[in-house]
């Protein structure tokens, strides 16, 4: 099946500083990109959805000032979280679409796990 | 409004014995897609199965089998013989495809199984 890697898996940042998470497709083209946040013991939530070449739509209550995404080719997306704080350690999971059809399938990333001190 | 119940938070069963994730959907839309997904330890999401809201056929995979009943918006996830390997946290979730590309996730079952 297709592949989707995310880099890091892990991250550690002091309040304050912002940080970039990358997903890339590795073995296919995604023109669409999506991003999730997950909390402890909790579902997965849909942030924003991304397609190439174009701004991402944030989903409702999600600050787009503070989770920059940019989905500059085929085969990358990138999550940067700005002035990131306490609140924001999440896992984040971004997945890709191999598709341009919304009945293709998504294929999910590994996730990074984002600790902010 | 689309909506995934998992009503079960949590379920602990002694190794091999069969266990059924309850999985309880809403939808407004005729075509849609269930999954189910397993998430270890690791958080990575392990895709299981998706399956078209058009086919109702239920579906065996080893271990694993799937009844999905649109009667009564059910979409149940069944592990026959359990194994410690099978504790995880379990996931279903809906996709209405022609309409938007999310994907909705219920909020999950955690299983552990007891050796």
Redesign the interface.
């Known amino acids: 099946g297709a592949v989707v890697s995310q880099h890091p898996s892990r991250v550690i940042c002091k309040s304050g500083t912002s940080v970039k998470i990358e997903c890339r497709s590795l073995d296919f083209q995604a023109t669409t990109m999506f991003w999730y946040r997950q909390f402890p013991k909790q579902s997965l939530m849909l942030m924003a959805t991304s397609n190439e070449g174009s701004k991402a739509t944030y989903e409702q209550g999600v600050e787009k000032d503070k989770f920059l995404i940019n989905h500059a080719s085929l085969t990358l997306s990138t999550l940067t979280v700005t002035s990131a704080h306490p609140e924001d350690s999440s896992f984040y999971i971004c997945s890709a679409r191999g598709g341009s059809n919304r009945f293709d399938e998504q294929y999910f990333g590994p996730g990074t796990r984002l600790t902010v001190t | 409004a689309q909506k995934v119940t998992q009503a079960q938070t949590e379920i602990s069963v002694v190794e091999k014995e069969d266990v059924t994730l309850d999985c309880v959907y809403e939808t407004r839309d005729t075509t849609y ?1 269930l999954f189910w ?1 397993k998430q270890p330890p ?4 392990v ?1 299981l199965i ?1 399956r078209n809201s058009f086919d109702e056929q239920n579906e065996i995979s080893g271990r694993y089998s799937w009844n999905f009943q649109k009667s009564t918006s059910s979409f149940n996830f069944t592990i026959t013989a359990s194994q410690v390997v099978d504790s995880a946290v379990y ?1 279903c979730a809906l996709s209405d ?2 309409r ?9 079952t ?1 299983l552990h199984i007891l050796p």
């Open positions: 897609y997904y690791s958080g990575e999401l895709f998706r996931f495809a022609p938007d590309d999310k994907i909705i996730f219920g909020k999950g955690r």
